[in-house]
């Protein structure tokens, strides 16, 4: 596998690995704690298991490769020059499953953030939009909607329960 990874995303993973032996999701989880916002890992019960859930905010958060993931207009978003078939065909696979993911998750009353890896780069920045993003998410979580939630965890049958209950 790794021969077929490109020139600039082997230097991308290089400079990575020196600079911090952390990987992405963890980096945006501890930044995340840091900014005092609860979370849940993997929660593999959810489509695409999102690397992280913000319960509160009812927002599901993945942490994606550019490259893998195909990050528009991203420059890390490079398609190799040999096998070229073999990779468009990867890489529309790749993309197809994310939006059916983030389809479903929408359809269960999940809200759904990417961070991109290349949004690692400027800590600060990242920190401020998901500030932002969490915050308009919180301002249309309804109160309802969370004591529902609530009471629905308590059952262990918290996914999806908050939204069908609302659209009944
Ligand atoms: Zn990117």
């Keep these: 596998m790794t021969d077929h990874i490109s020139t600039e995303h082997r230097s991308w993973n290089m ?15 501890s930044m995340l704690h840091r900014m005092g916002y609860r979370f849940r890992l993997q929660r593999s019960d959810l489509p695409g298991k999102p690397d992280l859930v913000l319960p509160k905010y009812r927002t599901a958060v993945f942490v994606h490769g550019c490259f893998w993931h195909r990050h528009p207009g991203c420059k ?11 990779w468009h065909d990867k ?8 939006t059916r993911n983030q389809a479903e ?7 759904v953030t990417v961070v991109w890896e290349c949004e690692l780069r400027d800590m600060e920045s990242l920190a401020e939009r ?29 996914a999806g329960y908050a939204y069908h209950a609302k659209k009944q």
């Design 91 to 98: 890489f529309t696979k790749n993309v197809a499953r994310d």
């Design 15 to 29: 400079s990575r690995i020196k600079g911090r032996d952390t990987s992405p999701e963890k980096r945006v989880r």
């Design 76 to 86: 890390y978003a490079t398609t190799p020059k040999s096998n070229t078939h073999y």
């Design 130 to 158: 998901l500030k932002k993003v969490l915050s308009a998410h919180e301002l249309t979580y309804q109160t309802e909607d969370l004591t529902a939630e609530i009471a629905a965890e308590k059952h262990g049958e918290y």
């Design 105 to 111: 998750l929408r359809a269960k009353g999940w809200r």
